[in-house]
Structures are given as C-alpha cells and as structure tokens.
C-alpha cells in the first residue's frame, strides 16, 4: 500500500462510469435505509467500516465491480463553525438557481463548505487583497500553494484572514456544490437480494490545530438519521470475464479489496469454476483483515486457491501486496500465461504504481524480457482487457 497519511474523500471518485439508464439517478436518488452500520477495525488507529443498504423497491440493479453513489449532508458542527468564522446568522437568503434557501440550510444540503482548492483561494483573495495568497497564486509557487492547501478548509481562509461584510451571496459564490461520493459496491446482488454493501474507511483527522471529517464517510458513520440518498453508477471497465473459467488475480489492499469480495460472492453464485488469487494488505493482521473471516473460510473451501496477505506493521520491515506479487513471482507468470485477469483496486497514487511496476519486474524476470519488452507485454494485458484497474 501507499501513504499512510489521510485523503479528501474527493478522492473516492472513480472514472470510466456512466450513471443506470433506468430507476434512481444523481438527480433522483433511492432514499435507502442503512441496515448494518459495522466497525471492522478494532483496536486499530485506523476506522474502516462495513455498511449495508436496503434496495427494497428502489429500482437499482447492479453487478460486480459497479458503485454506488451517496449523497451525504454536512456535518452540523462544521456548518456551525463556518457561520461563526464568518459571521453570518444562518437565516440569510442565498439563491441557488432553482430555489432560494436560507445559508444554513445550503451549508447542509448543498453546498461543500469544507474542502479549500486553488479557485476558492483566487476567489476569496479577490475580495481579501492578501499579499501572502497572492504571492502563493504564482504559477511559479504551485508546490508551496499545494502545501498550503494541505489539511486545510475553507473556514481556514476566514480565520487566518477575517472578513467584515461580505455579502452573503459573494461568500455562497466561493462554495462548490457538494457532490455526492461514489463507493466501490462490496457485494454481489445475487448473494444479497435487494441489499449494497460497502466497505468505507472513515476520515477523521487533525490539521492546523482542527479537528476534520470526511463530509461522507462521517455521514454514514455518525450522522444517517431518516434515510441514505443514493443511486447506481455502473462501471463497464471493471468486470468479471465472460467466461466463468477463467482465472481471476485482484489485488486489493485496504478498502480496494471491496469489489473483490463482490466477485467472488458472484463467482460462487453463478457457479464459475475459474481460479481465484487474491492479495491483500493493511497495517496489521490482528486489527486490519478487512472479511478476514470470509477470506479464511473460502481458502479453507478451495474457492480461493491462492491468498497472499501483507502486512505493513507486523515486522520491523514494511511488506506490501507488490513484494508479495514478487515473492509468487513465477506463478503469477503462470497464471497469465494460462490466460489469467489481473485486476487492482485502490490507491491510485502509490499502490497502483508501485503493483504496475512488480508486474512489469515479474515479466522481465520470468519471460525473459527486457525493460521494452516487459512494458509492451503489460500493454498488451491491458489492450486484452485481462488487466484492468479501479483506482483513485
């Protein structure tokens, strides 16, 4: 896996979807009830959680390797906060376009008022006149502009450089809207009729003496009261083959290993006799196996043949899922030569990376191939579509 360091849920935005032609939509979502609310995480600093949704009548049908879209509300706290820093009451009118709503209400339902991006500097420094922004709003100060933006929000701005009478219109119009996230699903409707599983990591951190929460992983963790606000959002590019006898490799460290599970709950209820590898990492064994339980009892039933496991702080040396791939570097080759699909889920910034480059190593070692000829090969997999990749 990658950095240990904390990530804007933004980040769980997946390319290569298009919305479900039928049933609920981003503009018309399902209103699901929240069945199971787990912590899988234990004992551990890090808090993942598995959540389970009724679809009951909602319309949405889906298959392995799609995600759903939720649509969270801010944290109270954090709209609380924000009016503070700004001295706005709450009750001032703002008009969205569509409809005219008092400011707190948008700062709940509507708007994101806590991510902080290089527009939103420009946009406030228009008004404030900062030399310090100013300064860092130079092309040439990108890294140091990135540095500043690091853990940082909007209300940042407002208590580091406070500003009297602003329009209540002028601030709403440094506000994006908020977006709804979208989760890879860890279930296969055909094992769970009527229900979505999701495996989530919660954000919750400290930065510039705040603390912060992710705007959705929070929602659903601490604040889903009525219902969750979601819909399908189908992903072509990450299936299972056509062929249920072909071999299967997923990579899934942390929560990437999401639409794994669903494969294989899928595999197993449709009867395919393929073979199935999986390689899985996080921090530690005892407090980190996300579906360990599940893991186990498939390996113990023959319907994962292979399960590698990598665990960064069980030893006094780092071990990820790509020194794993390299250890099973000669039967990994095997099982592309046999026609295998590799597939990868997850941190796009270092795992995916650091998994694309065993691959190319595995190759160049176990095919007796050089450093071009490695990478055409790898291109080629993927050309084949038997390498396929979710990651953000």
Not at 62 to 70: A, E, H, K, M, R
Not at 214 to 242: I, T
């Amino acid at each position: 896996m990658g950095s240990d360091l904390p990530r804007k849920e933004a980040s769980h935005l997946i390319a290569n979807m298009s919305d479900s032609p039928n049933g609920p939509s981003k503009e018309k979502p399902y209103h699901s009830t929240l069945l199971v609310n787990r912590l899988m995480t234990e004992g551990s600093d890090k808090e993942t959680r598995h959540f389970e949704l009724c679809l009951k009548d909602s319309g949405i049908d889906y298959l392995p390797g799609d995600s759903l879209g939720v649509h969270p509300l801010n944290c109270p706290e954090a709209v609380s906060d924000l009016l503070g820093a700004t001295g706005y009451s709450g009750s001032e009118e703002i008009d969205l376009g569509e409809e005219t709503l008092c400011l707190q209400d948008a700062l709940s339902r509507h708007l994101a008022c806590t991510v902080l991006s290089r527009m939103q500097v420009k946009k406030f420094n228009e008004i404030a006149q900062v030399p310090k922004l100013e300064d860092l709003l130079k092309s040439e100060n990108k890294e140091a502009l990135a540095d500043f933006l690091w853990g940082r929000e909007l209300i940042d701005l407002f208590l580091e450089f406070p500003q009297q009478g602003l329009e209540a219109a002028d601030f709403a119009d440094l506000l994006r809207p908020l977006a709804p996230r979208l989760y890879s699903i860890a279930s296969s409707l055909s094992a769970h009729p009527n229900e979505v599983h999701l495996t989530v990591a919660i954000v919750r951190y400290e930065s510039h003496g705040r603390k912060r929460q992710g705007v959705c992983s929070s929602f659903l963790a601490n604040r889903v009261e009525d219902s969750v606000p979601c819909y399908m959002h189908a992903n072509k590019n990450f299936k299972l083959p056509e062929d249920p006898d072909t071999p299967i490799i997923m990579v899934g460290p942390g929560t990437g290993i999401a639409p794994f599970r669903a494969f294989i709950e899928e595999r197993i209820a449709t009867g395919a006799t393929g073979k199935n590898w999986l390689f899985f990492g996080d921090r530690t064994q005892a407090h980190d196996y996300l579906y360990g339980e599940e893991w186990e009892g498939y390996r113990k039933d023959g319907i994962l043949s292979e399960l590698d496991l990598a665990w960064s702080r069980d030893q006094d040396e780092k071990v990820y899922v790509q020194h794993k791939m390299l250890e099973r570097g000669a039967e990994l080759w095997s099982w592309l030569q046999e026609g295998a699909v590799f597939y990868v889920c997850g941190d796009a910034f270092r795992m995916a990376k650091d998994v694309d480059q065993a691959l190319r190593e595995i190759a160049s070692r176990e095919g007796n191939l050089d450093e071009e000829e490695a990478t055409k090969w790898v291109r080629s997999l993927q050309r084949e579509k038997r390498y396929l990749k979710d990651v953000y």
